[in-house]
Nanobody, 125 residues
Framework: QMHLVESGGGLVQSGGSLRLSCSASGFNLDYYSVGWFRQAPGREREGVSCLTISSNDTRYAGSVKGRFIISVDNGKNMVYLQMNNLKPEDTAVYYC??????????????????WGQGTQVTVSS
């Protein structure tokens, strides 16, 4: 079975850092584009960052650009999201997603085959 499992969320003060991890099992990330999404209470899911495997092109939401970094460790079959200078508005459940040889977008409208269950990130002011 194919799974994505996120970890690394938690409570952090404003200005702090967290690194989210996403472990893939049952498939090889070498052939998958990946994305990170988040959803805050009462809000729509939004794309945070994505990486297209065929081009290694990365994209970031304007609200996180310069603060977050997406990366993939193919040897470990892991996806990471390094989050720096966190702000209270970054508080949300964060999800990773993977799509086979797809053009990654931050809309998440069908190009991703697998989704994780999410990890909570809470940033206190």
């Amino acid at each position: 079975q194919m799974h994505l499992v996120e970890s690394g969320g938690g409570l952090v003060q404003s200005g702090g850092s967290l690194r989210l991890s996403c472990s893939a099992s049952g498939f090889n990330l070498d052939y998958y584009s990946v994305g990170w999404f988040r959803q805050a209470p009462g809000r729509e899911r939004e794309g945070v960052s994505c990486l297209t495997i065929s081009s290694n092109d990365t994209r970031y939401a304007g609200s996180v650009k310069g603060r977050f970094i997406i990366s993939v460790d193919n040897g470990k079959n892991m996806v990471y999201l390094q989050m720096n200078n966190l702000k209270p508005e970054d508080t949300a459940v964060y999800y990773c997603a993977a799509g086979f040889d797809s053009l990654a977008t931050m809309t998440g409208s069908g190009e991703y085959d697998y989704w994780g269950q999410g990890t909570q990130v809470t940033v206190s002011s």
